[in-house]
Every structure is written in C-alpha cells, then in structure tokens.
C-alpha cells in the first residue's frame, strides 16, 4: 500500500471512528474541546505512524488507545490539575494496562457516549451556526476546510465558529450527559433542528453554483440512522429520519446533465431511489407505532410519502398533502408552511385558491427577502394566464435567491412569461 493508499485509509477510518473517540474521551476528561484535541493528536500519530508501520488491525481501537495514553501523559504534567490527574489517572491507566481490549470496552459505552456527544454538540446555548459547525465538525468527521466549502463561508468564519462554541460549552460547564424529564424533549428539538438544517443546505443549497450539495444529505442521513438507533423510543427522530430518506430518494432526479434543477412535478420517478423510498416509509410507520403520527418531522414525512406513492405526477394526492399542510399549520404555525400549503391548496383546488392564501403573506416581514414567495406567487399568475405580473414576479425571486443554478431557473420562467424561447439546457 502506497503512502497516498494509507492517507486515503486514515481518512475513512477517521470519518467512522472520530465521533466514537471523541465521545468516549469526552466522558473521560469531562472537556468536549480537550478530547477533540486528543482524538487529533491520535490522528497525527495515525499519519506520521501509519505509512511505515501499516494500518492496525483495529484501527479506531489504536486511535483510542493512542489518545488514552496521551491524557494520561497530559495529566502528568499539568501540576494544577493534580487531583482530576489522581482521579483519572488511575482509571485510564488501568485501561492502559489492558490495551487489546480497548474496542471492546469502548463498545460498552459507546452508545451513551455518542448520544451525550449528540446532544453537547446541539446545545441551545449555542448559536445555530455553532451547533452546525460543531456537530459536523465532531459528529461528522469534517474538517474546518470541508464545512466551510459546503457552507459557502471562508474557512477561517468556521474555525472561529467551532473554538466559540467549545469555549461557550466550557465555560457554561454543559454536563456530559443526556437530558432527562422535560428537558429532554427541548434538547431533543435543538438535535433534530440541527441534523435537518444540514440535510437541507445539501438537499437545496442557498448559495453557489450547484443545485445541491450530496455530501451534506449524506452526513445528515448518517446523523439521523445513528441518532434513531441511539433514542429508538423517539417517534419524531423516526420521523425525521423518514423525511431525509424519502426526500434523498429523489437526488438522482433533480439534477439534469448539466447540473440544472429539475423541479418535482417534472422529475422522472423512475430514477427515485426505492430503496430509501422504502427505508422512508418503514421509519415512518415506527414513528406512527410510537404515537408519533401527529408530530412535525412526521407530518412532513407523510407529505413527503405521498409523492413517494405516486407512480407519476397527476396520481399525488394533492388533496391529502393540502390537508397534512393544514394540521401542520395548526401544529407549528409559520409563514413557510403557509407557503407550502398555498402550494398543496393551488394544486388541489385550482391556482386561484393558492393565490389567494399566498395574498395574505404578502406583508409576512420573515418573507420580505425569501426568494420562494415570488417564486411561487408568480406560478399561480403564470397558471392563471397574468404573464406581466408573473414575469415581474420570477424576475424579482431571480434577484432575491444566492444559488447561481435557481436563478437562472427562474430567469428562464420570467422569459417563457412573454414568450421568449427557454436557454439550452434550462428547465
């Protein structure tokens, strides 16, 4: 194996093991800041080690006991931390002293770990933005470079994202532990805020040149299959899970051969993915089973199943997902399910019906600069034969939107408004 081969390796091996190391030293030294640091140190050794000695056997159980050794070591030294060295010291020595059984007891406590892991990365008294870069950063295996190229923000906006966070859980002493009684339900929300935030910046990038971004589902899905095997009594993880994977499913056909959008009533259902469809649907009915049927990541996964059921566009239930958006409503009351509900009603009802409800959002301030409600708006006019007032509207969605491939979408729909031919390779 080549040293390029081994660096390759290592960096898988990092991807799947680092969330495990992490949380399990996070337990140890009681600083999710500190074990990052350890874990990293161990990845360091991995690289200068590795090429000359080959890969372990085991390798995150190397990993782990790789950073074990060096706290053990960093304890040592620190004289102010002379009693947390005493009280430490003595259990991960005895650890050390058993080192082909790292993995296995590592395992023994890897799921609470990674659980208090997932809820110390997702804490509220962290911004939104710190909760995402921490919880790729320690959750997800990515680099600073690799977060800042998927959120479109220079490298070092997410390095200084990532220290603020660790330092503000630091400093606000967040227990390494999973919230119990009412507070779990909170903190529970603040996970599955964050896992689908990042789902979305991949399923419909806000920014860029690219439609989506695949790598970002990938990390959220994987977020979401790990976080439902850890809390398998939550019916809205199970519904949030099957939202992702019914709406990854559709990946492959939103994208046209030259990176366009293909929007949902034009794509080619025969490249939905009927695995995840079918993954989508079983997570679903758990959530049902668990009482959760009414919940807000569960309602959005029934919407998202109706299009799953439907063999081709005129068979969906437009009616069914009108009224799904309704109890949303009721549920979560927000100006972007009224948006996605005027959507439903157009289509079950007629345009007219859709225009009118998206009227009354018209002075919504949270929607003054989002470029979906022109968008949207301008379809009912199109719809209903007023072409001046839809051109004027996907002309000032066009202005509005930060994602190069949705602008030259609605460009094109401005042009089609008076008649003018589509681009080459347009939707």
Known sequence: MTATDTHRAIDAVWKIESAKIIAGLTRMVRDVGLAEELAQDALVAALEQWPQSGIPDNPGAWLMATAKHRAIDMFRRNKRLERKHEELGRELQAQEMAVPDFNAALDDDIGDDLLRLVFISCHPVLSTEGRVALTLRLLGGLTTDEIARAFLVPEPTVAQRIVRAKRTLHEARVPFEVPRGPDLG?????????????????????????????????????????????????????????????????????????????????????????????????????????????????????????????????????????????????LTPSPIVELNRAVALAMASGPAAGLELIDTLASEPSLKTYHLLPSVRGDFLFKLGRFAEAQAEFERAASLTRNARERELLLDRARACDGRPLQSGQV
């Open 186 to 330: 909170a903190r529970l929300a603040s996970v599955l805020e964050v896992i689908y935030l990042i789902f979305n910046e991949g399923y419909s990038a806000t920014a860029g040149e690219d439609w989506m971004r695949p790598g970002l589902c990938e990390d959220a899905l994987r977020l979401g299959r790990i976080l439902a095997e850890l809390a398998p009594n939550e019916p809205e993880v199970h519904g949030l899970v099957a939202l992702m994977e019914i709406q990854a499913s559709r990946s492959a056909a939103r994208v046209g051969p030259l990176g366009e959008p293909i929007l949902l009533m034009e794509q080619n259902r025969g490249r939905w993915d009927q695995l995840l469809i079918g993954r989508g649907l079983a997570a679903l009915q758990r959530a049902e089973e668990l009482g959760g049927a009414s919940g807000p990541y569960a309602l959005q996964a029934a919407i998202a199943a109706c299009h799953a059921r439907a063999h081709t566009a005129e068979e969906t239930d437009w009616k069914r997902i009108a009224a799904l958006y309704e109890a949303l409503s009721q």
